[in-house]
């Protein structure tokens, strides 16, 4: 009896590490996957908190620029499916104007941990834009309207949009340092950065070349979630 709960207790001690390493394994797959537009980045501060932002190129909402935060259950991946909000909500049947929130079990109505993905959240969040559901809106205006007054649907869509835009350059709303945010006030400094970023995979490639290894370890095995893997 005492020796199963010291291995209780031990369980529980590991479990953030579990954790930890299988959204190191989801976020490997997502860099796999085919997600034009997306760009997302873990919190440096805790594996829960994922941030994003989506450009929109084309369809009704072409030319937003949107900017979110996916918040995952500390059971992850045996609780419920992973929240996406908006920092700026933009106008859509499925988003929530006060909160910015998706109706993202729309999408996922029973989160299956051996089938759903982080990154199938992130494609379902893309597609809303290109695939209008009005069913059950969170945004009932803009579903009315979508049904039945296009052209005042589009214009809402277009302020959305703009107001995306506008929001661009808005402070973090976080210390986090991996806040995904732009700063278009500092031409060298993005010239800087992205001559570093060059020089950092040049020189990667280098050593792949010559037989040596990047520095940099993983104990995850690339393409899966199994933690302590490799």
């Given at each position: ?88 909500a933009p106008y859509h049947p499925l988003v929530d104007a006060r909160t910015g929130k998706l109706d993202v079990k729309r999408g996922f109505p029973k989160w299956k941990r051996d089938v759903h993905r982080i990154y199938n959240v992130l494609g379902y969040a893309r597609r809303i834009f290109f695939k209008i559901d009005t069913d ?95």
């Amino acid at each position: 009896m005492e020796s199963n709960k010291k291995m209780a207790v031990t369980d529980r001690q590991y479990i953030p590490f579990f954790l930890e390493y299988t959204l190191m394994g989801e976020y490997q797959l997502l860099k796999t996957q085919n997600l034009n537009g997306i760009y997302v980045m873990p919190s440096a501060r805790t594996p829960l908190v994922w941030f994003g932002i989506i450009f929109l190129r084309q369809g009704l909402y072409q030319g937003g620029i949107f900017r979110f935060c996916i918040i995952i259950p500390a059971n992850y991946p045996n609780g419920d499916c992973p929240q996406v909000i908006f920092d700026q909500a933009p106008y859509h049947p499925l988003v929530d104007a006060r909160t910015g929130k998706l109706d993202v079990k729309r999408g996922f109505p029973k989160w299956k941990r051996d089938v759903h993905r982080i990154y199938n959240v992130l494609g379902y969040a893309r597609r809303i834009f290109f695939k209008i559901d009005t069913d059950r809106a969170l945004n009932v205006e803009a579903a009315t309207l979508y049904r039945s007054k296009l052209l005042s649907f589009k214009t809402e869509v277009m302020k959305s949009i703009e107001n995306s835009r506008k929001h661009m350059n808005d402070a973090p709303k976080t210390n986090d340092p991996y806040e995904l945010v732009f700063n278009m006030k500092d031409d060298n400094q993005h010239d800087q950065k992205k001559t570093a970023m060059v020089k950092d995979g040049a020189s990667k490639r280098v050593c792949e070349n010559d037989g040596m290894r990047p520095m940099g370890l993983s104990w995850v095995t690339r393409g899966t979630l199994a933690p302590f893997s490799k």
